[in-house]
């Protein structure tokens, strides 16, 4: 167990996952802002917009990482690079059901605001995408 929290500070995995935090800090602030449009400027409801900001942000997620934080094992060919975002778009797409469960949950039966329910969901829901990108996506 200390090995493994050890590689999780230091070595390749590290700078990995932390570059793969970086993106997903990033892309979950275009994701927040894209939810905010949605619910406050276009009035569309908060689980649709999410929805639609999820797909946006996988698409985002997948080309930056496969451009730094995956970039030793990148999806180069064009056809390489297609079937990467199809495995990414599968992942992340499984991860859909969590993060809108989660937003769903916390707005209607704990009165948290959309945005900061988003936040958590994101959160939980990108443990589970992490796994399954690094392993299978660029794995």
Do not use: H
């Not at 988003?118 to 299978?136: E, K, P, Q």
């Amino acid at each position: 167990m200390r090995s493994l929290l050890r590689s999780l500070l230091v070595g390749p995995l590290a700078a990995r996952l932390r570059r793969f935090v970086a993106v997903g800090v990033f892309t979950a602030g275009v994701q927040m802002g894209t939810l905010w449009l949605f619910v406050e400027g276009a009035g569309v409801n908060y689980i649709v917009g999410a929805l639609v900001a999820i797909e946006i942000t996988i698409v985002l997620s997948y080309v930056l990482n496969n451009a730094w934080t995956f970039r030793a094992m990148r999806n180069s060919g064009p056809v390489e690079y297609v079937v990467g975002l199809c495995k990414t778009n599968l992942v992340r797409g499984t991860a859909i059901p969590i993060q809108l469960a989660v937003l769903y949950v916390l707005v209607e039966w704990q009165s948290v605001p959309y945005l900061a329910a988003n936040a958590v969901a994101i959160v939980l829901s990108g443990i589970y995408r992490y796994v399954l990108d690094a392993r299978w996506t660029w794995g």
